[in-house]
């Protein structure tokens, strides 16, 4: 007699299908919590961010990171579900969870490390969403600062997974007023204080142009004495991350007003010498 033969194939289709429309329903009903609740913590931060004045940046870090918490706890209640479905004791597994948790602790410190330190790093608001920082050897925009990971997105284009326990040291280029800084060469032919007085008139027109200028731009004297030119040195403070675009619109329109008064700015001269035998 085969041993299949004794198989009630009735009865173990029915319970499979029921399983299975089991799965589907809490998979359906996962989606759909998680989709309701992303779209009300979404709405709540817009609320609260309006009422509360808080920056867009801090509004972000907080919502991203309410979205994950979130989702962890509806992913933990779902697996609980279907381990339920399966007839699995899930009282029984936490506990053994906790058992294996127990064994491989040490092997989990950098995991408790990275949890540690985002902590700190959102609490002391070192960085938000959209802060240009330098942190864990990477240089760039901040698109999510979670418990775990804080994602970098260098001006590359490269989006850089750091864990947190690898931010030992922080700097963050987005707080407060910005510094633009843009050093000329002139000949040393040319009249000092008549170039000074070219550029600033420059500066002044960028200023009253550029609503991206907080204070300056000023033409702060000689800056060192080049081995072939003299550098000028001009220092403004613009609105966070258009510093850059300030130095950019600087640059040129000094180089025409430098071209247009015939002072010259010296670039590197190659001489070939050819001999040739008599």
């Not at 675009?245 to 010498?273: C, S, T, Y």
């Amino acid at each position: 007699m085969n041993l299949f033969d004794n198989i009630n194939w009735e009865g173990f289709l029915v319970d499979t299908g029921i399983i299975v429309l089991k799965l589907i329903a809490i998979l359906i009903i996962y989606a759909i919590v998680k989709a309701i609740g992303n779209r009300f913590i979404e709405r709540t931060f817009t609320q609260v961010s309006e009422k509360q004045n808080m920056s867009p940046g801090r509004a972000n870090t907080l919502k991203n990171l309410s979205k994950s918490i979130f989702t962890y706890i509806l992913l933990f209640m779902a697996v609980a579900i279907i381990f339920e479905t399966f007839g699995f004791d899930i009282k029984a597994l936490i506990a053994g969870a906790g058992i294996i948790g127990l064994a491989v602790g040490f092997g989990a410190q950098g995991l408790v490390s990275d949890v540690v330190t985002g902590f700190f790093i959102l609490l002391e608001k070192q960085m938000d969403v959209g802060d240009y920082v330098t942190a864990g050897g990477f240089g760039g925009i901040v698109e999510e600062v979670g418990l775990r990971t804080t994602h970098i997105r260098s001006f590359d284009g490269t989006l850089n997974y750091v864990p947190n326990r690898e931010i030992s040291s922080l700097s963050n280029h987005s707080r407060g007023n910005m510094r633009a800084l843009v050093d000329i060469g002139i000949s040393y032919d040319d009249n000092i204080d008549e170039a000074i007085r070219v550029i600033q008139k420059v500066c002044d027109n960028v200023a009253a142009t550029n609503e991206a200028v907080v204070e300056g731009p000023d033409v702060l004297g000689v800056q060192s004495l080049g081995s072939s030119d003299v550098v000028l040195r001009i220092l403004c403070r613009t609105q966070n991350m258009e510093q850059w675009g300030v130095e950019r619109q600087l640059r040129k329109e000094i180089k025409e007003a430098l071209d247009a008064n015939g002072i010259e700015i010296p670039f590197p001269h190659q001489v070939f010498i050819e001999k040739k035998e008599q």
